[in-house]
T-cell receptor, first 113, second 116 residues
Framework: DTAVSQTPKYLVTQMGNDKSIKCEQN?????MYWYKQDSKKFLKIMFS???????INETVPNRFSPKSPDKAHLNLHINSLELGDSAVYFC????????????FGPGTRLTVL | AQSVTQLDSQVPVFEEAPVELRCNYS??????LFWYVQYPNQGLQLLLK??????LVKGINGFEAEFNKSQTSFHLRKPSVHISDTAEYFC??????????????FGKGTHLIIQP
């Protein structure tokens, strides 16, 4: 069974569109995250979220918004997509008390044309 | 604030040779250190972690790393590499022992290339 899953695996879309990437974890973890990996492989935290608080990296544009329908899901919604949003987006999860050992999903490659 | 530096963007090594991937960190508080591996077109997989205790940490696939507080380093080593070790390796740091609301801070990655 996949611990952290993301859909879709690939997403190609036009500039200006709105899109969502879904993430689900079946590990019973408390905290979920979104990371962006750019073309140079650099990974950067975008959001972390548990049932108490949302922490947003201040460099993330407000076109990006995480939505959590329940504890096992943290979806990433992106409005008005721009060329610079093209990247691989990784979802991850962890459980409090486990020293931030995070489990990553397989990634979603977003290409904005 | 914390940061991670991986000085080598690319490391070519012959098969069955030893390898060391360097990682240095900076942090004003206690740190927890991780190495992740990313195989081509896949997500990140945890190789090993240092939380406390013994400074020599053993991970999966024959990798190990040594935490050196005085040199603020956490270098990754393997005595004999295999073609299947070709991947991107990321060093990461967290100063949060309670579950990581701030996420992990990653280095820029080192591409390990195994040559036959």
């Amino acid at each position: 069974d996949t611990a952290v899953s993301q859909t879709p695996k690939y997403l190609v879309t036009q500039m200006g569109n709105d899109k969502s990437i879904k993430c689900e974890q079946n590990l019973g973890h408390d905290t979920m995250y979104w990371y962006k990996q750019d073309s140079k492989k650099f990974l950067k935290i975008m959001f972390s979220y548990n049932n108490k608080e949302l922490i947003i990296n201040e460099t993330v544009p407000n076109r990006f918004s995480p939505k959590s329908p329940d504890k096992a899901h943290l979806n990433l919604h992106i409005n008005s997509l721009e060329l610079g949003d093209s990247a691989v987006y990784f979802c991850a999860s962890s459980r409090q008390g486990l020293y931030n050992e995070q489990f990553f999903g397989p990634g979603t490659r977003l290409t904005v044309l | 604030a914390q940061s991670v530096t991986q000085l080598d963007s690319q490391v070519p090594v012959f098969e069955e040779a030893p390898v060391e991937l360097r990682c240095n960190y900076s942090s004003s508080v206690s740190v927890y250190l991780f190495w992740y591996v990313q195989y081509p077109n896949q997500g990140l997989q945890l190789l090993l972690k240092y939380l406390s205790g013994s400074t020599l940490v053993k991970g999966i696939n024959g990798f190990e790393a040594e935490f050196n507080k005085s040199q603020t380093s956490f270098h990754l080593r393997k005595p004999s590499v295999h073609i299947s070790d070709t991947a991107e390796y990321f060093c990461a740091v967290s100063d949060d022992p309670g579950g990581g609301a701030d996420g992990l801070t990653f280095g820029k990655g080192t591409h390990l290339i195994i040559q036959p």
